[in-house]
């Protein structure tokens, strides 16, 4: 399974990015995907999954301002991100998962920053 990610950047605090995730390769049963962020010093961290059903999940402190979505014809999961914060600067992570088998993608920068 490949995960390609896009759509990081630099935004200034209170605005607002979207990243997208596109799923290749051998993606049967994948059920779950997904971001994930590491910031400087820190743990990766959960930002938000989504099933394929469309349950979701998302990390305290981006619920309200974060939105996860997916479009399972195109294999895709999208974050868009509003209101977003100077402590939401991290490398941002696509994650899938099927069962006993887990997979990540290349980060993607987010900078928020006046």
């Known amino acids: 399974v490949q995960l390609q990610a896009s759509g990081g950047g630099l935004v200034q605090p209170g605005g607002s990015l979207r990243l997208s995730c596109a799923a290749s390769g051998s993606i049967f049963s994948i059920n779950i995907m997904g971001w994930y962020r590491q910031a400087p010093g820190k743990q990766r961290e959960l930002v938000a999954v989504?099933?394929?059903?469309?349950?979701?999940n998302y990390s305290d402190s981006v619920k309200g301002r974060f939105t996860i979505s997916r479009d399972n014809a195109r294999n895709t999961v999208y974050l868009q991100m509003n209101s977003l914060k100077p402590e939401d600067t991290a490398v941002y992570y696509c994650?899938?998962?099927?069962?006993?088998?887990?997979?990540w993608g290349q980060g993607t920068q987010v900078t928020v920053s006046s």
């Open positions: 994650y899938a998962r099927r069962p006993l088998e887990a997979y």
């Open positions: 989504i099933t394929s059903g469309g349950d979701t």
